[in-house]
């Protein structure tokens, strides 16, 4: 049976990227694979919108997140994070292992955070070094306001580092415009690429506050990592060198397609998936401020959505992905990052649909597949 991959993570990884992996493996410390090295790190820059450099770490995207804390923040310091889900409340336990401080601001799930949450945080914990956030929170599939953000921090001297790992590649990201001093990614998601990847850039400000840390890294050690990739033009440690020459490939890909098509279609794709789950009789975790790389539908009361993802999958071939938390059993994920276009849309929703009614719940057949329709056809 054919598969499809609709989960917030990992995404599909195109068939050009998948032969780009599986040429003859080649050592990490020749100059072949400085080219490649150097070419990727490269074409990651406008992806993140900054002239900085982008570090490639063999990771996953929590790599990256352990990398910004343990060299942006001395044991001992404080930090506010943004808890709004999952991945919100990872910042806080990186902090705390570390010996960081840690001062959450707790939002709803599927809420963005407000501006004015933020400012009041920042006054009441005058030593914050830094603001920890998500661009997009996975997990409640919310967006939260950035730019607002980044020009709260720079009035306050406090670093901003944002989690993008389901926002890179799918939204415009403007990390030198709107003050961003730390961004990480990950490979699996809308850069097209198996897990094993993690990509951060920092700002002149962060690099500064780099240097002067003192507090202890190894395998994270951005310094050492930098100077290696951006005057050697090797990594520090052993790559996965696969990746790499997979992720010079898939950003090939989305740069020859434009960034602005890239974002137009996904904000279609979640566009179209959102109103099918509406006219399904379904509810939206985030309907004011919904992320567009996944789509999180809300069952009604005594339908377990533990049941639809295991309807989807193992029936029909179609996996996408259940809440986590207080969300479990609750909440429907469909991912639509990346390697996708807007008829994919209807494979998931003809899916849940059959799902759906194999497992009880009343609706018109067709309705969510009508409704994605509709709003494809809007496209131009």
């Given at each position: 049976?054919?598969?499809?991959l609709?989960?917030p993570?990992p995404?599909?990884?195109?068939?050009?990227?998948?032969?780009e992996?599986?040429?003859p493996?080649?050592?990490h410390?020749?100059?072949?694979?400085?080219?490649?090295?150097?070419?990727?790190?490269?074409r990651?820059?406008?992806?993140?919108?900054?002239?900085?450099e982008?570090?490639?770490?063999t990771?996953?995207?929590?790599?990256a997140?352990?990398?910004?804390?343990?060299?942006?923040?001395?044991?001992?310091?404080?930090?506010?994070f943004?808890?709004g889900?999952k991945?919100?409340?990872?910042?806080g336990?990186?902090?705390?292992a570390?010996?960081?401080?840690a001062?959450?601001i707790?939002v709803?799930?599927?809420?963005?955070v407000?501006?004015?949450?933020?400012?009041?945080?920042?006054?009441a914990y005058p030593?914050?070094?830094?603001?920890?956030?998500?661009?997009?929170?996975t997990s409640s599939?919310?967006?939260?306001?950035?730019?607002?953000?980044g020009?709260?921090?720079?009035?306050?001297?406090?670093?901003?580092v944002v989690?993008g790992?389901?926002?890179?590649?799918?939204?415009?990201?403007k990390?030198?415009?709107?003050?961003?001093d730390?961004?990480?990614?990950?490979?699996?998601?809308?850069?097209?690429l198996p897990?094993?990847?993690?990509?951060?850039a920092l700002?002149?400000?962060?690099?500064?506050?780099?240097?002067?840390n003192?507090?202890p890294?190894?395998?994270?050690?951005?310094?050492?990592?930098l100077?290696?990739?951006?005057?050697?033009?090797?990594?520090?440690?052993t790559?996965a060198v696969?990746?790499v020459?997979?992720?010079?490939?898939?950003?090939?890909l989305?740069?020859?397609?434009?960034?602005p098509?890239?974002f137009?279609?996904h904000?279609l794709?979640?566009?179209?998936?959102?109103?099918?789950?509406?006219?399904?009789?379904?509810?939206l975790?985030?309907?004011?401020?919904?992320?567009?790389?996944?789509?999180?539908?809300?069952?009604?009361e005594?339908?377990?959505t533990g049941?639809?993802?295991r309807?989807?999958?193992d029936?029909?071939?179609?996996?996408?992905?259940?809440?986590?938390?207080?969300?479990?059993?609750r909440?429907?994920?469909?991912?639509?990052m990346g390697?996708?276009?807007?008829?994919?849309?209807?494979?998931v929703?003809?899916a849940l649909?059959i799902?759906l009614?194999?497992?009880?719940?009343?609706?018109?057949?067709?309705?969510?597949?009508?409704?994605?329709?509709?709003?494809?056809?809007?496209?131009?």
């Open positions: 049976m054919k598969k499809y609709f989960t993570g995404a599909p990884v195109p068939p050009e990227v998948l032969l992996m599986a040429q493996l080649i050592h410390r020749t100059p072949e694979f400085s080219v490649v090295l150097d070419s990727a790190r490269e990651m820059k406008p992806l993140y919108g900054t002239r900085q982008v570090i490639l770490l990771a996953s995207g929590t790599g997140m352990e990398a910004a804390v343990t060299n942006l923040l001395q044991p001992g310091e404080e930090a506010i943004v808890n889900g991945f919100g409340e990872r910042w336990k990186l902090i705390e570390h010996g960081g401080v001062r959450e707790k709803e799930w599927g809420r963005a407000r501006v004015e949450q933020v400012a009041e945080a920042l006054r030593r914050a070094r830094a603001l920890f956030v998500q661009a997009s929170e599939c919310a967006l939260h306001p950035i730019e607002p953000l020009a709260l921090t720079r009035e306050r001297d406090v670093m901003l989690d790992i389901t926002s890179v590649g799918v939204i415009e990201q990390m030198d415009a709107w003050g961003i730390a961004l990480v990614t990950g490979s699996q998601k809308a850069l097209m897990p094993g990847l993690a990509m951060i700002s002149e400000r962060a690099l500064e506050r780099m240097k002067k003192r507090a890294r190894y395998y994270f050690d951005l310094r050492r990592e100077k290696a990739q951006c005057e050697e033009h090797i990594t520090a440690y790559p696969g990746l020459f997979g992720l010079r490939k898939s950003l090939e989305i740069l020859a397609e434009g960034l098509q890239v137009a279609r904000e794709m979640a566009r179209a998936t959102r109103a099918a789950g509406v006219a399904l009789g379904l509810g975790i985030a309907p004011d401020n919904p992320a567009p790389g996944v789509t999180g539908l809300l069952a009604p005594g339908l377990d049941k639809v993802v309807a989807m999958r029936r029909l071939g179609v996996s996408v992905q259940g809440g986590q938390d207080q969300m479990k059993g909440l429907i994920r469909i991912g639509h390697h996708m276009g807007p008829l994919d849309v209807l494979v929703i003809g649909e799902a009614k194999q497992l009880g719940h009343r609706f018109a057949s067709g309705a969510g597949v009508a409704a994605a329709q509709a709003v494809i056809e809007s496209w131009n």
